[in-house]
């Protein structure tokens, strides 16, 4: 059965990986839903968050050529459960839809968002959180008249304690020694 | 070491001489003239062979890996000189052949202006490549040429590209050079899992159907000689895949032949009544497996493999050992106890009966008036005393070829498996005589591939490169009219030739040869081509519509394997 799953990459930061990266699902005809580049937490290290709907045996061959990818350090897969995550959507309304209600108002209050910019011609409102959510504010705020819409890609990172790129790291060096 | 101020066009020359390059294949162009002019000082230290068409270029590189188990070297220039290589990379790739191409690119300040002859190579050749990477600055260049040649000859082979912009060629470098061996992003192989060595070395023991599957791993892994011991130790029968064709003495006791759509009737009825599959350095590939749901079903599953992304891949396995084929199967010899399987083993040599009366007497001796290829390649092979590099193109003849070729040595079969290229043959043959100096080189083709690059002939005349050609004309795409035929209702849609003259097109590019029509010239024909201090073309006309078999048909299961039609 089809489900959303992450996968987290780390690797090298080269020009030409994110082609070498997204060939592996395109030539699978996967689409990607959403996709994040950024370094990690350790210098020179990029960290791609990459969101698929896909049976697991197909995630889990995909992922395991990803790994195949020179510069690729290590690849994961997890499913929604198995991570935290967050999207951030922003929302342009016009300003004139904020001083005939206040509906907008409570919105952004419920909804925790926060608002960004405000001229005399629009608003600009920032909400962060699932893309379900994103959307029910979306919704809600279309009443209104949403000028423009934006939502970011998913960025998520695991229940572990510590980044366990740096556990793998340290098994990598012991593997490149021993295969001398 | 001490630096030196040279240009990065030597550079190049320099680090492909450290690297112990003494062949390269290539083509010359504008964005790649400054590498061929420092070429030009270094004519005692490499050959460069001038091929008529990248595409010639990159086979021959090809066939030059395969025979020696080094990186073949192919230089082209930018645009539709790299692109035409594309094709021998994509082969390269899915037959895991270790390569190094460089590529002349437009001068730096010029990429993505659409300049004279730019393309964006590396963009092309990333989904077939195993790394490439651009080059802008002379300064890069060794240790690109480093990584590269450590990447392709590392872990599970294939090809790299670098991609070399003109100005980076003409820039000066203070040169030092420095191998590669170690890229802390990649793991060449994984070091063996005693346990599952152990675990694998149980099942074997406990085995009463066990079949060894080897395939082209145990050549990169120069495990020849573990797979002979532990096989030896165990008494346990092994097929080869295509690819694994030589990894071990045609008429070695244990082997019961080839796997696969045109295999052996024995390895691939037997598969489904196997309580155990060991497979060795192979993949699993579609023409081996045919219908996986109902593949050896019967048997656990033991996998021997150097790349990870292969386990579970087709077939799922009962026990995985990862790493280097030659260390694996070493510890796997070590683990396992002394046996015997006479009456298993027995059951293949009842298949082979029953495949030699239907099919290969018919095949290699036949009585019918028209030849078969069946028996030119018989024949080549007993006069070559088993012991010659069998190179073949792609259709009916690699089939046959295949199957009736024998070999007493390693590293002797060049072929093209997994994209099945068309023209890979002849440009393959010269590359594998240039690998294999003093050893003889025969290279089947059909008439159809032959076609395809038949411009290095001049390649082959002009460099004295004594290989033997011997075209099977059947006037058809011979394997697709097969399959029209059978499957198709005898619809040969586009599939029959007007053909040339071949001999007379031989004779314009200088090469000795001759036509053979009539058994009775077989023989002496194959003979006199043998005995040609040269080149030589033998051109076997056979019977227009023979077809190929055993096959198991493409969707079936390897136990519906049909001996004739």
Known sequence: ??????????????????????????????????????????????????????????????????????????????????????????YKVPTEALYESDDIENLVRKNGARILEIT?????????????????????????GVLQFIRSGRVAITRDPIERLSEFLKERDDLLNQVD | MATKRITGSQAVILSLLEEGVDTIFGYPGGAIMPIYDALYDFDKQVTHILTRHEQGAIHAAEGYAKVTGKAGVCFATSGP???????????????????VCITGQVASPLLGTDAFQESDVVGISMPVTKWNYQITTADEIPGAIAKAFYLAQSGRPGPVLLDIAKD?????????????????????????DPFKVKEAADLIDGAKKPLLLFGQGVIIANAEEELKQFVEKTGIPAAWTLLGLSAMPTDHPLNVGMLGMHGNYGPNIKTNEADLIIAVGMRFDDRVTGKVSE?????????????????????????????????????????????????????????????QEKVIKKDTYPEKAGLTMGEAVRITSEIAKHDAVLVTDVGQQ?????????????????????????????PAAMGAQLGA??????????????????????TIVQNKLPVKIILLNNNFLGMVRQWQQLFFEKRYSFTELQNPDFIMIGKGFGMEGHKVTKREELEDGIQRMMDHDGPYLLEVVVEKEDNVFPMVPSGASVSDIILEA
């Not at chain 1, 379900?132 to 919704?139: G, I, L, N, S, V």
């Not at chain 2, 050893?439 to 032959?450: A, E, H, I, S």
Request: with cysteine; aromatic share 8%; charged share 25%.
């Open chain 1, 1 to 90: 059965m089809k489900q959303e799953f992450i996968i987290t990459i780390y690797s090298e930061n080269h020009i030409g990986l994110l082609n070498r990266i997204t060939i592996n699902f395109t030539r699978r005809k996967i689409n990607i839903e959403s996709l994040t580049v950024s370094e990690s937490a350790i210098h020179g290290v990029s960290k791609f968050t990459i969101v698929i709907k896909e049976t697991e045996d197909r995630v889990k061959k995909v992922v395991r050529q990803l790994e195949k990818v020179v510069e690729v350090l290590k690849a994961f897969y997890h499913t929604n459960d198995e991570m935290v995550y967050q999207e951030i959507a922003l």
């Open chain 1, 120 to 144: 005399k011609e629009f608003t600009v409102i920032e909400k962060t959180g699932h893309k379900t959510e994103t959307q029910e504010m979306f919704d809600a705020l279309n009443q209104f």
């Open chain 2, 81 to 99: 000189g790299a692109t035409n290589l594309i094709t021998g990379i994509a082969d390269a790739m899915i037959d895991s052949i270790p390569l």
């Open chain 2, 168 to 192: 980076a060629q003409f820039q000066e470098v203070d040169y030092e050079y420095k191998k590669c061996t170690k890229i802390r992003s990649y793991i060449p192989e994984q070091p063996v």
């Open chain 2, 295 to 355: 593949y050896a079903k019967n048997a656990k599953i033991v996998h021997l493999e150097v790349d990870p992304a292969e386990i579970d891949k087709i077939i799922k396995t009962d026990v995985a050992v990862l790493g280097n084929a030659k260390k694996s199967l070493a510890m796997l010899t070590g683990n396992v106890k002394e046996n015997r399987h006479e009456a298993w083993l027995q059951e293949f040599r009842d298949c082979d009966k029953i495949e």
């Open chain 2, 398 to 426: 690699q089939m046959i070829a295949s199957r009736y070729f024998k070999f007493t040595q390693s590293k002797s079969n060049v072929t093209s498996g997994g994209l099945g290229t068309m023209g890979y043959g002849v």
């Open chain 2, 437 to 458: 100096k003093g050893r003889t080189v025969c290279c089947f083709v059909g008439d159809g591939g032959f076609q395809m690059t038949i411009q290095e002939l001049g």
